[in-house]
């Protein structure tokens, strides 16, 4: 074992002059004396675990070793055994014992400086799951039907709560959300299965059980009551960690967590899957202050259920996955309006202009002016068009990744069509129409440079008139300022009412073929509409 003996003042490990202490949880019991902590098991029986006979204690604190060597074997050094005065015996856990001062939620309290720390958390826990164990068995523990249970379980534990000490509306909302997410992400969630980042974890990352010492973190006390519970995906294990950072006031530091681990990991997960994942690790929480509520009648511990409770609904809200229809006529902005939603939100904007040329194997910076109807604008290529817009859209939305579709959107039936997609990946549906005078968008086609559009003001003209009304959709005036329309898309964006029932009649991966990937986000040239 490597001797880090030094100033406790740098982040060393040097207990050896701290007096002794006691610390104590529901089901153990922990006496630190010296360098060295002592770990025991309570002889408790509950609903989960049985610690009632010596040698039940033995192999659960065996198993307790054995799993937390994986990511901390210099802490975790051995078993040992107390004997009583009357010669009985109890088995203990010898552990290095750490510097209370260098615990991260202290840090974190504190204000003191933990972004390098939190990169070399994550760093730790990548490396962690890169040689943690994978199975078929450990895949269906934490695939869809998996985490759909585990929702399910929690929500009904929940029930009881409901107008007592949660808000009954908050609880409702959270089930809706959470629920419509995983029923429309079943290509997703089987291809992490697939692609092997559901593992055995750790369980239960907390910032409690972190240690910032000067040669590195040490992360302590994984989940070892139940394998199941540690059978998740690795971005569900670290969104444990960065839901706790948001439970100490610092939304900052946990996506700087997560952005690192998905540095360290290569992890490709989409935007709403971490919003999801740390949603149900919050409603976790909320459940156990709900129990220890039921226990103290402490208004503190109510206090922090509805905290909890909160958070989830709120991270379920923003990833809650959205296909948006930016429209409008040529010279209306919509374009820039479009990719500037995009940015804004982290989604993949598909441009029509540049999808029509593309899969007609031309260059999207190539004319192919025509007349209104001619060319590659004929009604066959543009059925075709949208027919590929929403066939892209709908493999993206399956996979969690919202779309921004940048499209004239002049026709009621193309516009029913992304509907549908929308409803059937279990999607939000927000619908943009830009507008601006016919003499502001004339003056726009006439004075912008290479696009990839090939209109004129007489086709924008034709498509007026032939353009089918669009009561549903939200005006944008784009004579404004462009933060103004884009801060009124980010609120429509932002605003949308999840629908009520979570239910579908089909997954999204069943109407869509794999013939084409995910588009990468585009970029819609300069600013301003």
């Known amino acids: 074992m490597r001797d880090t003996i030094a100033a406790r003042t740098d982040g060393s490990t040097d207990t050896a002059t701290e007096p002794p202490a006691v610390a104590e949880t529901h089901v153990g019991l922990v006496v630190m004396v010296g360098d060295r902590a002592y770990k025991t098991k309570k002889a408790v029986r509950t609903a989960f675990l049985d610690f009632s006979t010596p040698e039940q204690r033995r192999t659960a604190l065996c198993r307790e070793l054995e799993l937390n060597r994986r990511i901390a074997p210099d802490v975790y050094l051995g078993l040992g055994r107390f004997v009583g005065a009357d010669g009985s015996e109890e088995a203990v856990l010898v552990m290095r014992r750490m510097p209370a001062d260098r615990r991260l939620s202290s840090l974190v309290r504190a204000g003191e400086p933990v972004h390098e720390a939190l990169r070399d958390v994550a760093r730790l826990v990548a490396a962690f799951h890169g040689r943690a164990d994978r199975s078929p068995g450990i895949a269906v523990d934490g695939g869809m039907a998996a985490l759909r249970r585990r929702w399910l379980a929690n929500l009904d534990e929940l029930a009881g709560y409901r107008g007592t000490v949660l808000d009954g509306e908050v609880v409702d909302g959270i089930a809706r959300l959470a629920l419509r997410f995983v029923e429309g992400r079943e290509e997703l969630l089987s291809a992490r299965c697939i692609d092997g980042w559901v593992l055995d974890g750790h369980g239960d990352l907390i910032a409690d059980d972190i240690f910032c010492l000067r040669d590195g973190p040490r992360v302590l006390d994984c989940l070892d009551f139940d394998d199941r519970l540690r059978h998740v995906d690795a971005l569900d294990d670290v969104a444990f960690l960065a839901m706790d950072l948001e439970r100490l006031d610092r939304p900052d530091l946990a996506e700087h967590l997560l952005d690192a681990y998905a540095e360290f990991a290569g992890d490709p997960a989409p935007p709403a899957l971490r919003h999801h994942y740390v949603a149900y690790r919050a409603l976790v929480r909320a459940k156990v202050a709900c129990l220890r509520h039921d226990q103290t009648a402490d208004p503190s511990d109510a206090a922090a259920a509805a905290r909890y409770a909160d958070l989830a609904r709120t991270h379920l809200r923003a990833g809650a996955v959205r296909?948006?229809?930016?429209?409008?006529?040529?010279?209306?902005?919509?374009?820039?309006?479009?990719?500037?939603?995009?940015?804004?939100?982290?989604?993949?904007?598909?441009?029509?202009?540049?999808?029509?040329?593309?899969?007609?194997?031309?260059?999207?910076?190539?004319?192919?002016?025509?007349?209104?109807?001619?060319?590659?604008?004929?009604?066959?290529?543009?059925?075709?068009?949208?027919?590929?817009?929403?066939?892209?859209?709908?493999?993206?939305?399956?996979?969690?990744?919202?779309?921004?579709?940048?499209?004239?959107?002049?026709?009621?039936?193309?516009?029913?069509?992304?509907?549908?997609?929308?409803?059937?990946?279990?999607?939000?549906?927000?619908?943009?129409?830009?507008?601006?005078?016919?003499?502001?968008?004339?003056?726009?086609?006439?004075?912008?440079?290479?696009?990839?559009?090939?209109?004129?003001?007489?086709?924008?003209?034709?498509?007026?008139?032939?353009?089918?009304?669009?009561?549903?959709?939200?005006?944008?005036?784009?004579?404004?300022?462009?933060?103004?329309?884009?801060?009124?898309?980010?609120?429509?964006?932002?605003?949308?009412?999840?629908?009520?029932?979570?239910?579908?009649?089909?997954?999204?991966?069943?109407?869509?073929?794999?013939?084409?990937?995910?588009?990468?986000?585009?970029?819609?040239?300069?600013?301003?509409?």
């Open 323 to 529: 296909m948006v229809l930016v429209g409008g006529l040529p010279g209306t902005g919509k374009s820039t309006v479009a990719g500037a939603l995009a940015d804004r939100r982290g989604a993949v904007l598909l441009s029509s202009d540049r999808v029509r040329k593309e899969t007609a194997g031309i260059d999207p910076a190539t004319s192919a002016a025509a007349g209104f109807g001619d060319g590659l604008y004929r009604a066959d290529r543009t059925e075709e068009l949208y027919a590929e817009l929403l066939h892209r859209a709908g493999a993206l939305l399956s996979r969690g990744e919202s779309v921004v579709l940048d499209a004239s959107w002049i026709g009621g039936a193309h516009r029913a069509a992304a509907a549908r997609v929308a409803s059937t990946c279990s999607a939000d549906l927000v619908a943009l129409e830009c507008r601006a005078p016919a003499w502001v968008a004339a003056n726009r086609i006439g004075s912008r440079g290479a696009t990839s559009s090939d209109a004129t003001a007489q086709i924008a003209a034709a498509m007026a008139a032939a353009a089918d009304p669009w009561p549903d959709a939200l005006g944008l005036d784009t004579t404004a300022t462009l933060d103004e329309v884009v801060a009124a898309a980010v609120r429509a964006w932002d605003d949308v009412p999840a629908p009520a029932a979570p239910r579908r009649e089909r997954s999204c991966g069943a109407v869509l073929s794999s013939r084409c990937g995910p588009e990468r986000p585009e970029h819609a040239g300069p600013p301003g509409p």
